[in-house]
Nanobody, 122 residues
């Protein structure tokens, strides 16, 4: 079974930096997009950043200018570099990957990581 595993979470002080990684156990064909979501206690999961197969990147307003998403399709990996971290960034972060398992088809399949805890506190 294909699985995406996240790493890099932990405890960091306000203003600090952290780099998250999400790597698939198998190579995927025709990746459509990769994204990072987060969910804080008592809140709904929200989209934080996304990168498409063409390299276009989008960010939620609260992290724009502080977070950077990148991907390495050859390694089936998506990264999230976080800088100038704030206490309100504290959440469980999840990666999501969409791909087309059949090259000639429009059908897409979605995979989620298990989540990694990021805590920003002094």
């Amino acid at each position: 079974q294909l699985q995406f595993v996240e790493s890099g979470g932990g405890l960091v002080q306000p203003g600090g930096s952290l780099r998250l990684s999400c790597t698939g156990s198998e190579r995927l064909t025709d990746i459509v997009d990769m994204a990072w979501y987060r969910q804080a206690p008592g809140k709904q999961r929200e989209l934080v950043a996304q990168v498409t197969s063409s390299g276009d990147k989008t960010y939620v307003d609260s992290v724009r200018g502080r977070f950077t998403i990148s991907r390495d399709n050859a390694k089936n990996t998506v990264y999230l570099e976080m800088a100038s971290l704030k206490p309100e960034d504290t959440a469980v972060y999840y990666c999501k990957v969409r791909h087309r398992p059949y090259h000639a088809n429009a059908y897409t399949r979605t995979y989620w990581g298990q989540g990694t805890q990021v805590t920003v506190s002094s």
